[in-house]
Each structure stands twice: as C-alpha cells, then as structure tokens.
C-alpha cells in the first residue's frame, strides 16, 4: 500500500521559516521526481517545487529565493524549506511523487496535504 506522510504544516508569522517533509514509502517503481503543490482557497492546485531522481529543481517564480526543495532518494523522503514566508503563501501544500514503471507507464501519487497559514 502507497502511503506519502506529510509533516511540518502549521501557522508562522510573515517573516517566518518553515520546513515541510514528505516520507513515501510502499512504491514498487522507479521514483522519476518529487515534488511539492499548493491550493489556495478558491484557486487552482499550482506547482511550488520539484526534484527529479538526478537532482534538477524546479521553482514556480513566486518561491524563487525564498523555498528550496531537496530529496533523499534512499530513503524516498522530500523536503520544502521554506523561508520568508508572506500570507500568499497561505494554501495546502501537497506532496507530489512520479514514478516509472518498468514497461515505461508513469504513476503519479499524492499526500493528504498538510495546511500552511502565514498570518500578516
């Protein structure tokens, strides 16, 4: 059974760090990237970070300097420092995994989510 087990969600003042994580486990193929979305309320889910399996990252430009996105593939665990968070960074961030099968099927899994508020 795939399970992705997100932690680190909570509420900070603007300003603020957070550090989110992103255990999976239970994933028979090939792990390609991993990464990171956000829905807001009353918008769509976006990207926010990725990283693939060779370690190129990914940002969306609101995040550029301020989050980083870094992964274990060992132990099949990715990470979202985020730092000088601003209240539009408020949504519920999402971990993203893509995998390969091996006949080359691509497989795309999700966490729960965990809620991220930045108070002004």
């Known amino acids: 059974q795939v399970q992705l087990v997100e932690s680190g969600g909570g509420l900070v003042q603007a300003g603020g760090s957070l550090r989110l994580s992103c255990a999976a486990s239970?994933?028979?193929?090939?792990?390609?990237?991993m990464g990171w979305y956000r829905q807001a309320p009353g918008k769509q889910r976006e990207l926010v970070a990725s990283?693939?399996?060779?370690?190129?990252?990914d940002y969306a430009d609101s995040v550029k300097g301020r989050f980083t996105i870094s992964g274990d593939n060992a132990e099949n665990t990715v990470y979202l420092q985020m730092n000088s968070l601003k209240p539009e960074d408020t949504a519920v961030y999402y971990c993203?995994?893509?995998?390969?099968?091996?006949?080359?099927?691509?497989?795309?899994?999700w966490g729960k989510g965990t809620l991220v508020t930045v108070s002004s």
């Open positions: 993203n995994i893509g995998a390969t099968t091996r006949y080359g099927y691509r497989m795309v899994y």
């Open positions: 990283i693939t399996s060779g370690g190129s990252t």
């Open positions: 239970g994933i028979m193929f090939s792990i390609k990237t």
